[in-house]
């Protein structure tokens, strides 16, 4: 069962690759441009006493956008299933309508995983997938976050576990492709940037497994129109 579910989202993101990868290469491209001009969001330590640092306005940009990157893939999808794959600012305009909405959910939603995260991988795991109808919910049916969060709460308790289960292979067939993507592009491309900016685009698509995996459960569980 989990194993044809896989093969079904894989098959859906397979066929929807163009409308897919036309609202998700802009935002990689925004990220990535960001980075060139204010530095990158994140600067890891490359010694012991050194401390991680942060651009704050490259980060600010990042999480920003992230939300609405998010609901236009969402809209998409809701698109690409009915057969009627739309352009970007069509995909858009919806995500831009309920955009402090889905700011709110992500965030709240950050909140929770952070506190499962204190206490161990499994909770945060758990509380993502428990919350991740919440966005769809947003955009889809113009929920306020807190009702669409109770929602998903309500929703997902029936498949729960299928879909943390697959959300955990999709994630982890995502990291194991953009490695060797990312270590493919770095040993040809010697440029940083231009070896980022290459990296970025097929990641970005990539990542959008994840919403995919997310969507179809979402269809599953036939949310009222």
Same mark, same amino acid.
């Given at each position: 069962m989990i194993s044809q579910r896989f093969r079904e989202i894989l098959f859906f993101w397979w066929r929807n690759l163009g409308p897919i990868f036309l609202v998700t290469a802009p935002f990689a491209l925004l990220t990535e441009v960001?980075?060139?001009?204010?530095? @990158?969001?994140?600067?890891? @330590?490359?010694?012991? &006493?050194?401390?991680?640092?942060?651009?704050?306005?490259?980060?600010?940009?990042?999480?920003?956008?992230?939300?609405?990157?998010?609901?236009?893939?969402?809209?998409?999808?809701?698109?690409?299933? &009915?057969?009627? +794959?739309?352009?970007?600012?069509?995909?858009?305009?919806?995500?831009?309508?309920? $955009?402090?909405?889905?700011?709110a959910t992500y965030a709240i939603i950050a909140v929770g995983v952070s506190l499962g995260w204190l206490a161990f991988f499994f909770p945060a795991l758990w509380v993502y997938t428990r919350l991740s109808f919440a966005p769809f919910l947003v955009v889809l049916h113009r929920r306020n976050p807190l009702d669409a969060l109770r929602s998903s709460f309500t929703m997902t308790e029936s498949q729960q576990w299928p879909l943390l289960l697959i959300l955990v292979l999709v994630f982890? %067939? $995502?990291?194991?492709?953009?490695?060797?993507?990312?270590?493919?592009?770095?040993?040809?491309?010697?440029? @940083?940037? +231009?070896? +980022?900016?290459?990296? %970025?685009?097929?990641?970005?698509?990539?990542? +959008?497994?994840? &919403?995919? %995996?997310?969507?179809? $459960?979402?269809?599953?569980? &036939?949310?009222?129109?």
């Open positions: 960001s980075q060139w001009l204010l530095g @990158p969001a994140i600067i890891l @330590p490359e010694t012991q &006493n050194d401390t991680i640092q942060f651009t704050l306005s490259t980060l600010a940009i990042v999480l920003l956008s992230r939300p609405l990157a998010e609901g236009t893939l969402i809209a998409q999808l809701a698109a690409a299933r &009915n057969g009627q +794959a739309r352009g970007l600012l069509t995909c858009m305009a919806p995500a831009l309508l309920m $955009y402090p909405a889905l700011l982890m %067939a $995502y990291l194991l492709v953009s490695s060797m993507i990312a270590s493919l592009v770095t040993a040809v491309v010697s440029h @940083p940037q +231009a070896a +980022a900016l290459i990296v %970025a685009l097929p990641v970005s698509l990539m990542g +959008a497994v994840i &919403n995919v %995996a997310i969507f179809r $459960y979402w269809e599953m569980a &036939n949310p009222p129109e």
